[in-house]
């Protein structure tokens, strides 16, 4: 596998192995508010923005006034409104001209009701609201992970050559690293229920942008939902510790959706108590101490 792009992290990291993302950077200020603070308290190793919200400005700008943050571009087909007006990207949204909640876009997209080439220009308009503001992304990864999806994969793929990103986000489901206690499962219900071919060739098309020696680099062989450890374990330090025990890999990402609670936040997202419980998670010093011992 090719050189992983945190290993070059700007930012001082606790573990070299370990990269801390904060997804949603800008979706909302209590979002925007526990990011910065972790990361001015070196928890974080990078954030991803998401480029079609209303608080995006202050995470532009908090990424231009800072130079040991990695920034992602955190492309968004599934909330809020979309970039581009809608009725240029009509089979994306729904009658208010909002985006499809992942449940309807994955059925809409295997009942071929999506037009790639609007997925494209969307995607396209979001990362040149980073590029315009003055911040050059170095890795791309997706809300809900929809690159999953073999197409969008090699879409985003695609784009992230053309923009001159070098790496994204590993697409591989079989990459996520499961806690060993509780119920946690490999994918939300939405894509057990409507996206079961996405499990069947996600691998295949993974090892084949992994093989593309003209694509980018994936940012991590490995990846942990930190969601999963602390909404689903009683124990989720000692969960969390089981997994990074038995992993081997040279390099873990771990995917991170901290925030302080705020009034926005309920109508942009149905995981929000555990956003909180996520910031408390990474502000503890029993985390910071676990992962210097590493």
């Known amino acids: 596998m090719r050189s992983n792009a945190f290993m070059n992290s700007k930012n001082s990291q606790l573990n070299e192995r370990v990269f801390i993302n904060g997804d949603d950077f800008g979706m909302s200020p209590g979002i925007n508010k526990a990011i910065e603070q ?7 190793t990078g954030v991803s923005i998401v480029a079609n919200m209303p608080w995006t400005h202050e995470a ?5 006034s800072t130079s040991d943050l990695n920034i992602g571009t955190h492309l968004n087909l599934t909330t809020g409104l979309p970039v581009l007006p809608s009725d240029k990207v009509p089979s994306l949204v729904n009658s208010k001209g909002r985006f499809y909640e992942l449940g309807a876009f994955l059925s809409r997209y295997y009942a071929g009701r999506l037009v790639l080439s609007e997925i494209k220009a969307e995607l396209e308009a979001q990362i040149e609201i980073c590029l315009d503001s003055g911040v050059e ?3 791309i990864d997706s809300h809900n992970h929809f690159h999953a999806i073999p197409a969008l994969g090699n879409m985003v793929n695609e784009l992230s050559v053309h923009y001159g990103v070098p790496t994204v986000r590993n697409p591989d489901l079989a990459a996520f690293v499961v806690p060993p206690f509780g119920r946690a499962r490999l994918v939300d219900k939405a894509i057990k229920r409507t996206g079961a071919r996405i499990i069947k060739s996600v691998q295949k098309n993974s090892n084949d942008l992994a093989n593309d020696p003209n694509g980018p680099a994936y940012k991590s062989q490995q990846l942990i939902y930190l969601r999963w450890f602390v909404r689903q374990n009683r124990e989720p330090l000692k969960a969390f510790q089981a997994c990074l025990t038995d992993i081997h890999s040279e390099s873990l990402e771990i995917i991170a959706h901290p925030a302080i609670p705020d009034e926005e936040l309920p109508s942009l997202s149905k995981y ?5 419980l996520e910031f408390d998670f990474l502000e503890s010093d029993e985390l910071k101490e ?3 011992k590493l």
Do not use: D
Request: proline share 4%; aromatic share 4%; glycine share 4%.
């Open 38 to 44: 972790l990361h001015q308290r070196r928890r974080l």
């Open 60 to 64: 532009l700008n908090y990424a231009r």
């Open 137 to 139: 992304p170095q890795n």
């Open 272 to 276: 929000v108590k555990g956003r909180s």
């Open 290 to 292: 676990l992962l210097e």
